[in-house]
Nanobody
Framework: QVQLVESGGGLVQAGGSLRLSCAAS????????MGWFRQAPGKEREFVAA????????YYADSVKGRFTISRDNAKNTMYLQMNSLKPEDTAVYYC????WGTGSKQHSRYEYWGQGTQVTVSS
């Protein structure tokens, strides 16, 4: 089992940047493919980005491609999401998720473990 804690959210103006972190504890971090998802008020949870267990492969939603970068440091048991050129439509609660022995998936049903989320608000 793994426990996940997100941090780094906040309020930022459009065009600004934030870096989210997801700290994992428990079972070996490198055994998990990881993902970021987000949920805005009144909307369903949506895929943002995913990364394979080694970090060699990354996947992005079209809406964030070229602006967001997912990465991980297995030695530090931490995953990151660098968000640049933020837009008001990026406003949401951002969740990190872990998929044991996964390869990196866009489907939230593949992920067994979830963090509590961190709020990102982008003002126009």
């Amino acid at each position: 089992q793994v426990q996940l804690v997100e941090s780094g959210g906040g309020l930022v103006q459009a065009g600004g940047s934030l870096r989210l972190s997801c700290a994992a504890s428990g079972r070996t971090f490198s055994a998990y493919a990881m993902g970021w998802f987000r949920q805005a008020p009144g909307k369903e949870r949506e895929f943002v980005a995913a990364i394979s267990r080694s970090g060699d492969n990354t996947y992005y939603a079209d809406s964030v491609k070229g602006r967001f970068t997912i990465s991980r440091d297995n030695a530090k048991n931490t995953m990151y999401l660098q968000m640049n050129s933020l837009k008001p439509e990026d406003t949401a609660v951002y969740y990190c998720a872990a998929d044991l022995w996964g390869t990196g998936s866009k489907q939230h049903s593949r992920y067994e473990y979830w963090g509590q989320g961190t709020q990102v608000t982008v003002s126009s």
